[in-house]
């Protein structure tokens, strides 16, 4: 898990400084909202991928499953001490925090959509032709939120000044605004501790407004439009869901306004996502190497093997397995199936866990066979040395260590 949040978060940043030295400046607003949701979108769905960039004859892999080898009584951990340190590692205190913050992401997420939708249905709601109308009485500010403008009807506008403002945060609606600040609220759950995550959020909500404020120059001036923005006396809301009329910072408005349209050719920039993401997949993605099914008895094919047989790295695995002892306490028994590759020079790597038990006793799974002092000889297809998938049950049995226990009495 914290491989993939750490790739997440590199992912993340280099999406970003392409977008902040390439992209921000230039006046294509709908082409950077593109980017920034597409980007993110890849920074934590890339390292979940699975691809084979480079497939050749040596990447075959074999998948097999060993016999199932059993922990009882006699492999069980010295001290309750050592169970202690093992389970309050500083990987597991970090994953705590990192569930506990997630959790109260989550919770003030669902509390802003709550309040939001409890203020919909205490409302008078009157419907339009492609929104819905709900006047504030001046108890809230004139914002937006999916197919809800919340307009504060105690103001004193002109009718001029009033078009304008309802085309901007219609503007929000029709292009779905809010869909894409829910999303980014969810990507901050997955990746709250990455600072960068927050600069996304910003500068999504950042081109929200500047598209909206194109739509009403296509009908004003400039100078007028930003005159509004001035003097506009909407105060602000802690809704960060919505699109509230003064909720981005009105210079950076005023700035995109005024500057001239970027080239055309500029908007070609958005392609420099192709060679980053192809180095994303390269670098992060898990490798997806080709399963080929033999038999046994073919010739062609050596299984991977061990130096002095399987026998003898079982006998050693057995001496090395332990049985934590609180998992042992609560009763948690059952089967860890541990899958690492022998790669063609004969060394172990991409050790997971296909299914487990606990934390503690897959840890110790994999732990035991990675310290089993071992020689392995990697498979070979035709001639040539080929990957190999191996899959170790580890079965963890309480009745198993209280008969053992039984029977050393």
Same mark, same amino acid.
């Given at each position: ?38 980007? $993110? +979108? ?10 084979? &960039? !480079? *497939?050749?004859?040596?990447? %075959?892999? /074999? ?80 914002? $937006? +939120? ?10 004193? &506008? !002109? *009718?001029?000044?009033?078009? %304008?403002? /309802? ?95 970027? *080239? ?5 920039? /958005? ?139």
């Amino acid at each position: 898990m914290f491989n993939y949040l750490i790739e997440s978060s590199v992912c993340l940043i280099l999406f970003y400084l392409v977008y902040f030295f390439f992209l921000r400046n230039d006046t294509f607003f709908q082409r950077n909202r593109f980017y920034l949701l597409l980007s $993110s +979108f890849l920074a934590i769905t890339i390292p979940l991928l699975e691809f084979n &960039l !480079t *497939p050749t004859t040596s990447d %075959k892999t /074999i998948a097999v499953t060993l016999e199932t080898i059993s922990v009882g009584a006699t492999n069980v951990e010295q001290t309750l001490e050592t169970t202690v340190t093992n389970t309050w590692s500083m990987g597991t205190v970090l994953l705590i925090v990192y569930i506990v913050m997630a959790l109260l992401m989550i919770a003030r997420f669902a509390w802003r959509m709550m309040r939001l939708i409890r203020i919909i249905r205490n409302s008078d709601v009157q419907t339009r032709l492609d929104y819905k109308l709900i006047n504030t009485q001046g108890n809230l500010p004139t914002f $937006s +939120f999916m197919r809800y403008l919340f307009w504060d009807n105690t103001k004193e &506008l !002109t *009718p001029n000044e009033r078009t %304008k403002i /309802i085309n901007h945060e219609l503007t929000h609606i029709r292009d779905f605004h809010s869909w894409d600040v829910m999303y980014m609220e969810v990507i901050k759950i997955i990746l709250w501790f990455n600072p960068i995550i927050y600069l996304y959020d910003r500068s999504l909500k950042y081109h929200h407004e500047f598209i909206a404020d194109a739509a009403v120059l296509k009908e004003t001036s400039a100078k007028d439009y930003g005159k509004l923005l001035v003097q506009s006396l909407f105060k602000q809301m802690n809704l960060q869901l919505t699109h509230n009329f003064n909720q981005i910072e009105i210079k950076k408005r005023l700035a995109m306004m005024e500057k001239l349209r970027s *080239p055309g050719y500029k908007f070609l920039k /958005i392609f420099l996502l192709l060679p980053l993401m192809a180095m994303m997949l390269f670098a992060f993605s898990n490798s997806s190497p080709k399963v080929v099914s033999v038999k046994q008895s073919d010739s062609s094919y050596r299984f991977a093997g061990i130096e002095g047989g399987l026998g003898l790295f079982y006998k050693k695995l057995s001496k090395e397995l332990r049985y934590p002892i609180e998992s042992q306490r609560k009763g948690i028994e059952g089967r860890v199936f541990v899958n690492f590759k022998i790669k063609a020079d004969g060394s172990l790597t991409q050790f997971k866990i296909l299914k487990g038990l606990d934390e503690a006793c897959d840890k110790e799974a994999i732990r035991a066979i990675k310290a089993v002092n071992v020689n392995w000889l990697p498979a070979k297809m035709e001639g040539t040395h080929i990957g190999q998938k191996l899959t170790i049950p580890v079965l963890f049995s309480v009745n198993k260590a209280k008969k053992q226990a039984q029977a050393k009495k």
